[in-house]
T-cell receptor
Framework: DVKVTQSSRYLVKRTGEKVFLECVQD?????MFWYRQDPGLGLRLIYF???????EKGDIPEGYSVSREKKERFSLILESASTNQTSMYLC???????????????FGPGTRLTVL | SQQGEEDPQALSIQEGENATMNCSYK?????LQWYRQNSGRGLVHLIL?????REKHSGRLRVTLDTSKKSSSLLITASRAADTASYFC?????????????FGQGTTLQVKP
């Protein structure tokens, strides 16, 4: 089974702090994703990465950056945390699509981040 | 922008009954996927149906896809209390080069013992 792990289940940070959320997958997947989930807004894509060193902005990248130095690890960085970044953050990975036959995504358990 | 919209937003049934959830979308798709999320947890992939497929089964799950109506339904037969969760449909746009998933708002299912 694919296993996607996230560094913390719950995290509390203060406004202005730099926050790192780590995601690791063990199935050699090429693609990785970061989402945030908020009540009434559903899941929204922040950033994704096709492969090592590659990154693409999603729908709501403002205030975030990412790092993919190794294939199994995809980090989400909040440069200066703000209260409106309080949310549930979900990481996912996916095996690379062949001939645009896109596969399912495998999700981690989520990190509930509170910014005070 | 959100493409999938689920209906109903909430559903409460007794154990043993069937649960049907619907999903509508706006543009052509490559495929449509259903996910389940238990409270406060990550999403678990349930089933994927491609645009050229009309029906798929997986255990107690049955998914249909009607591309002419731009809609899909998820049927859970003989529901159990453990099926209590939120269910999301997610679509991959037909012309997508990235395979980005666009999620609906979800249906919250409660199965009463």
């Amino acid at each position: 089974d694919v296993k996607v792990t996230q560094s913390s289940r719950y995290l509390v940070k203060r406004t202005g702090e730099k926050v790192f959320l780590e995601c690791v997958q063990d199935m050699d997947h090429e693609n990785m994703f970061w989402y945030r989930q908020d009540p009434g807004l559903g899941l929204r894509l922040i950033y994704f990465s096709y492969d090592v060193k590659m990154k693409e902005k999603g729908d709501i990248p403002e205030g975030y950056s990412v790092s993919r130095e190794k294939k199994e690890r995809f980090s989400l960085i909040l440069e200066s945390a703000s209260t409106n970044q309080t949310s549930m953050y979900l990481c996912a990975s996916r095996h690379h699509s062949i001939q645009r036959s896109y596969n399912e995504q495998f999700f981690g358990p989520g990190t509930r981040l509170t910014v005070l | 922008s959100q493409q999938g919209e689920e209906d109903p937003q909430a559903l409460s049934i007794q154990e043993g009954e069937n649960a049907t959830m619907n999903c509508s979308y706006k543009t052509s798709i490559n495929n449509l996927q259903w996910y389940r999320q238990n409270s406060g947890r990550g999403l678990v992939h349930l089933i994927l149906i491609r645009s050229n497929e009309r029906e798929k089964h997986s255990g107690r799950l049955r998914v249909t896809l009607d591309t002419s109506k731009k809609s899909s339904s998820l049927l859970i037969t003989a529901s159990r209390a453990a099926d209590t969760a939120s269910y999301f449909c997610a679509t991959v746009h037909g012309s997508s080069n990235t395979g980005k998933l666009i999620f609906g708002q979800g249906t919250t299912l409660q199965v009463k013992p």
